[in-house]
């Protein structure tokens, strides 16, 4: 992901001092992977979205408690993760059969049919090795990566791979 | 038995690629001499393969930013309306207009107005200007914060936030200098004057620095100021209430504020006189007419051109 290279202090000063250019260059480099990431929670793509924006407007909301030196990323997928928890609160979440699975994930090269298969078995993840194993599978993030933005240990998150892999393959039988 | 490579831990550190050459000859070892979960491990590392190539569909950015960025200009606005004034909405329009500069990282911020209207605005520290017809206000709005300075070409009022870092207004060659206070500068042409209405105002140019209490105003001299004199400073931002003060200026720059003001062309004859007195500029017509019957003058109208003409002996 590029967003290793935006300097986060200085991105974080810029939005504590409402300048919008600094709240977009963050998103823009940003909303696309917080995006996935409600997605991987079994959001249909509308909420995805929603909840997307959200989350940066409620960043927007809070620059002037932002303290430009502890700013990281997580902020946002923390705050995204408890609106998406709100959400599922509020409204009864979808039946997972309901969840047109087709529009969220963009066929491979694989045979559409395995691919299929395969999604639908990674939609029963729970939603914690779900997200975390996503991130690193379709987004390519290393382990350390994923656990800075997630706030979790790099051992949490390769027990959530292992425990994925094993459900996967549980589930694709073979 | 070792099953410590069965645990998800340690299959999640083995596919992310993590273990070191000496636990992968281990693990290898491991795997030849226990066939059934050397099988099993397999068909994960198989299952983590297959994973690798999967996509997700993305949402537009664009779009979404779109979508975003009219709802950060409602909550900027939210808190502008709990303020004594209702802001003009244009001049948030205004200020992306006016980003006509982008050097980086410094963000050039231009807010104009036209002839024929007003803004007020909020700076990034949240002092207030209110820009008076044909005026443009301009600063770095992403190092405001650092060094409060704007530069201004015409008229404004300033109501400045009380901060440790000064706030400074360049108008040609004459820099004011405050920390928290409100205050006018007209900077029209060559004629440069601020008047200070609360707090205290530094004042410099090329050559004097003049220091003004509540109740005081200097104007540039050449390249120097003026000995500070007392005015009415409420007077001298009156114009934001549509009230133009005049004290014995030329005719000539009556008309010039005028035309200003109300965005109309004033066709009239050079005439060597003074005017004092209040004229209202809520609507061109009456400011005129009230001109012209203190000056002795009469006037008409043809379009948007109103003609003024000296009043010839009675009748035509």
């Given at each position: 992901m590029a967003d290793e290279t935006l300097d986060w202090p200085k991105i974080a000063e810029g939005i504590r001092n409402s300048d919008e250019q600094a709240m977009e260059r963050a998103f823009r480099v940003l909303y696309p992977a917080i995006y996935r990431y409600v997605s991987y929670k079994n959001a249909d793509t509308e909420t995805a979205e929603d909840i997307a924006q959200e989350t940066f407007l409620r960043l927007w909301q809070s620059r002037e408690n932002l303290d430009p030196r502890r700013f990281t990323p997580s902020w946002l997928y923390s705050t995204a993760n408890r609106l998406y928890l709100n959400h599922v609160r509020h409204v009864r979440v979808v039946e997972e059969s309901a969840r047109e699975v087709a529009l969220l994930y963009e066929p491979g090269d694989v045979d559409t049919a395995v691919e299929d298969r395969l999604w639908r078995c990674i939609e029963k993840l729970p939603p914690q090795p779900k997200s975390t194993f996503l991130m690193s599978?379709?987004?390519?993030?290393?382990y350390r990566e994923i656990a800075d933005r997630l706030e979790l240990s790099v051992k949490t998150v390769e027990a959530h791979i292992g425990r994925a892999l094993k459900w996967l393959r549980e589930c694709l039988g073979d | 038995m070792s099953d410590r490579f069965l645990h998800d831990e340690f299959i999640g550190r083995w596919l992310g690629g993590s273990l070191s050459p000496a636990e992968l000859t281990e693990l290898e070892s491991w795997m030849a001499a226990h066939s059934e979960q050397g099988v099993y491990l397999l068909s994960l590392q198989r299952v983590w393969e297959r994973t690798g190539s999967l996509r997700v569909r993305d949402s537009d950015v664009d779009l979404a930013w779109t979508n975003l960025r009219p709802k950060l200009r409602a909550t900027a606005r939210t808190r502008k309306l709990s303020l004594p004034w209702v802001w003009a909405a244009a001049a948030l329009v205004l200020i992306a207009v006016g980003v006509h500069q982008w050097l980086d990282r410094e963000i050039v911020v231009t807010i104009a107005t036209d002839r024929g209207e007003t803004h007020q605005l909020l700076l990034p520290d949240r002092s207030e200007v209110t820009l008076n017809a044909e005026s443009e206000i301009e600063f770095d709005g992403n190092h405001f914060r650092d060094d409060r300075r704007v530069r201004l070409q015409g008229e404004a009022f300033f109501n400045v936030v009380k901060q440790k870092a000064p706030f400074t207004v360049v108008s040609g060659d004459v820099q004011t200098t405050v920390l928290g206070t409100s205050f006018n500068i007209r900077s029209r042409g060559d004629d440069v004057e601020v008047a200070c209405m609360t707090g205290r105002v530094q004042v410099r140019s090329e050559e004097t620095m003049v220091e003004l209490s509540p109740g005081f105003a200097t104007r540039r001299v050449g390249r120097a100021l003026s000995e500070p004199y007392t005015v009415d400073a409420s007077r001298r931002a009156a114009w934001m209430f549509d009230r133009l003060h005049f004290e014995s200026v030329p005719l000539e720059t009556v008309w010039e504020e005028i035309e200003r003001r109300c965005n109309v062309i004033v066709q009239r004859p050079q005439l060597d006189l003074t005017f004092s007195g209040v004229v209202h500029v809520g609507s061109a017509e009456r400011a005129i007419d009230q001109v012209c019957r203190t000056a002795g003058l009469s006037y008409g109208k043809k379009g948007d051109t109103l003609y003024v003409v000296r009043r010839k002996n009675k009748g035509e």
């Open positions: 599978r379709v987004e390519n993030l290393k | -």
